[in-house]
């Protein structure tokens, strides 16, 4: 009678009271998903940037024109000199070339565009009369996957995705039920406290999967970010991270009598893994000084261990050192809730 | 076996809870027999919850012993929270979950017990089975919170007010289950402010009050402590006093108490009293307001004993 057992009970209210309530299922589920659509098209790679350059009419004008309009990176017009001047004006080019014996550039040197115009401008022309450069250079163009800004998005995505349920998801419902008076209630009752805890983990576990797979397979099918590593590894990596979060979402509502009080407590704890932790940008952007605190959270030994099973395709046993910064965080939290927690 | 049947329900001796700046349990006693439907009535902050939950297990006493079905709550938790079932004041059930999860729920605690339909048939939601918790009126939410407790059929119930804030025809449903709990033989604590139900449900009442009992019998005994049947009660206009023993020289007047505007007095017949009361009021030339009479009930019991209303707070 598997299905009369508490800790089944417990876990299905868990999981019915998440389904019902549709607000949720969206912030789990289509959030991430709509986020690393919008920031993976906003840094999606383009097509290399054409510059925009006038050219005044007058004697040699056609010429010049036409040497820029063979490079493909020069978009260039012919203009007259007042219309010239207005575009320049008006940032619509960002260099104006005048014809003659002396070719002169007119530009703003404090504009970054109108620099890169100059030189390829400049390269142009050099070489359409017939310049021969004297070192050999090639392009290797970075557009594989697994280099891509996309493709360090989407483990930090995970990793925040993971953080966010697992504390929203305990922590929430625990002082919900605390609030509500229920929890005195259940202690009235020969339920244990052990299954009562264990079966936000279970619910946790249940959900934990289709969130992952839904942020894979859309990373996956929408932008090919690669899954190098084992799932086996990727499987103990998201686990671990899900049950550290889980531990400080149980610490955050250990006490709170109030679902404001909670919500305040678990923003403080989140925000600052939201910057620090890598899901946006490197952490390495931070000073050097402050870099060991930001690997000591919970969060970046997460999203680093994410990214090193998924994009490096390492084995489990070269990220040691990261999963045991989460077991620390893990079990210490487990154990001070534990200790403190307030059931009435 | 007939010590277990002999043995108290509940049994308490000097129970004291303080908390920062009140006492709210101040050394009560109590004896719970098996099979009797026993009621705590007292006003609002009269020490009812505390000493209830204290009971249940629920608070720690600063000081006192509790027995409970002859057992202790430091030695033999497991067991008596299976024997027992409990309805709080202010529990809110899962909005989201339907009334039959929830008591598969409660049910899923207990080694033994009643089915999910034997429950419902009980509480009378049968029709209500797959409606969400959110959906059911005050009434029925009351009757689930009930089922709750009942799901294990439980030797000793704990109600803690189950009818306050219910219309009355809820109330009687709720009164109704509790009768037939008592039927199959079940003992029942339950606390209230309403002396209409203790008058009803219970066979012995402690009247509480400022975390002492101030009274204990059944609800008639208690009614006739006050040597008299009835109650008249009248106001007098443009605050007259008239002191008491004149009252008290009456004809068959036991005793008089001062409610707010109101002159209180117990009576053994109204018929005989009437009369001679409008003489003495003429005589002193007062003017006689509202005046009103009644069967003395168990709210007079308390009247009498604090000069105050059971719903004073």
């Known amino acids: ?344 | 076996m007939i010590a277990r049947m002999l043995e108290a329900a509940v049994l308490c001796r000097g129970l004291v809870k303080r908390y920062a700046d009140v006492t709210a349990v101040d050394g009560l006693d109590l004896e719970i027999r098996r099979g009797e439907c026993f009621g705590m009535l007292g006003p609002n902050g009269a020490g009812k919850t505390t000493t209830i939950e204290i009971l249940q297990g629920l608070l720690q006493p600063d000081e006192g012993a509790v027995t409970v079905l002859g057992l202790e709550w430091d030695h033999h938790e497991a067991d008596l929270r299976q024997r027992m079932g409990s309805q709080l004041q202010e529990t809110k059930l899962p909005d989201k979950l339907t009334v039959e999860e929830v008591i598969r729920l409660f049910r899923s605690f207990y080694r033994r017990g009643n089915t999910i339909d034997e429950v419902l048939h009980e509480v009378q939601l049968e029709e209500k089975r797959k409606a969400w918790v959110s959906k059911l009126s005050g009434g029925q939410r009351q009757r689930l919170a009930i089922a709750c407790a009942l799901v294990s059929e439980p030797e000793l119930l704990f109600l803690d007010e189950p009818t306050t804030g219910l219309d009355p025809q809820a109330r009687r449903q709720v009164w109704e289950i509790i009768s037939q709990f008592r039927g199959r033989g079940g003992t029942a604590l339950l606390t209230t402010h309403y002396m209409e139900e203790a008058q009803r449900l219970c066979d012995r009442v402690a009247v509480v009050d400022r975390g002492k009992i101030i009274a204990l019998g059944s609800p008639r005994d208690l009614i006739s402590s006050l040597r008299a049947e009835h109650v008249v009660e009248f106001e007098l206009e443009c605050g007259t006093t008239i002191p008491d023993h004149v009252y008290l020289g009456l004809p068959g007047v036991h005793s008089v108490a001062h409610d707010g505007g109101k002159i209180w007095l117990s009576a053994a017949h109204v018929r005989r009293v009437i009369p001679e009361l409008m003489k003495v009021l003429e005589g002193k030339g007062a003017v006689l307001g509202e005046l009103t009479t009644h069967h003395a009930t168990l709210e007079d019991v308390f009247l009498s004993l604090t000069g105050r209303h059971l719903r004073d707070g």
């Not at chain 1, 006490?255 to 939201?274: A, C, D, Q």
């Open chain 1, 1 to 344: 009678m598997l299905d009369a057992s508490p800790l089944t009970q417990l876990t299905l209210w868990r999981i019915r009271e998440f389904t019902r309530e549709p607000e949720a299922l969206f912030w789990v589920f289509a959030f991430p998903i709509v986020l690393a659509f919008a920031l993976g098209l906003a840094f999606k790679n383009r097509a290399p940037e054409t510059v925009q350059v006038a050219v005044e009419e007058g004697q040699g004008a056609s010429e010049l024109f036409a040497a820029l309009e063979e490079s493909e990176r020069i978009d260039a017009v012919l203009v007259d000199t007042g219309e010239a001047d207005y575009r320049l004006r008006t940032g619509r080019v960002a260099m104006v070339v005048q014809p003659g014996e002396v070719v002169r550039f007119k530009y703003d040197s404090t504009r970054a565009e109108s620099l890169v115009a100059r030189l390829v401008v400049d390269d142009a022309l050099q070489e359409a009369r017939g310049r021969r450069d004297v070192a050999e250079i090639r392009e290797i163009p970075v557009t594989e996957p697994g280099a891509r800004y996309i493709d360090f998005l989407i483990p930090g995505l995970l990793g925040l995705n993971i953080m966010g349920t697992g504390m929203w998801g305990v922590g929430f419902g625990i002082v919900k039920t605390r609030t509500q008076k229920l929890l005195k209630r259940l202690l009235a009752s020969p339920m244990r406290r052990s299954e009562y805890l264990l079966s936000y983990v279970c619910a946790r576990l249940v959900w934990l999967g289709l969130e992952v797979g839904a942020v894979l397979l859309f990373g996956k099918l929408v932008f090919d970010v690669p899954i190098r590593g084992s799932l086996m590894s990727l499987v103990a990596v998201v686990l671990l991270g899900a049950a550290t979060f889980s531990g400080i979402g149980l610490l955050v509502a250990s006490r709170s009598k109030t679902i404001e009080g909670v919500s305040g407590l678990m923003n403080f704890v989140m925000v600052p893994m939201w910057i620090g932790s890598g899901v946006f940008f490197a952490y390495s952007n931070f000073p050097e000084a402050v870099q060991p605190f930001l690997r000591a959270l919970p969060l970046t030994a997460l999203n680093d261990a994410l990214r090193a099973v998924l994009l490096d395709g390492v084995p489990l046993a070269a990220t040691a050192n990261l999963l045991a910064v989460m077991l620390v965080w893990a079990a210490s939290s487990f154990a001070i809730a534990l200790k403190i927690f307030r059931w009435d």
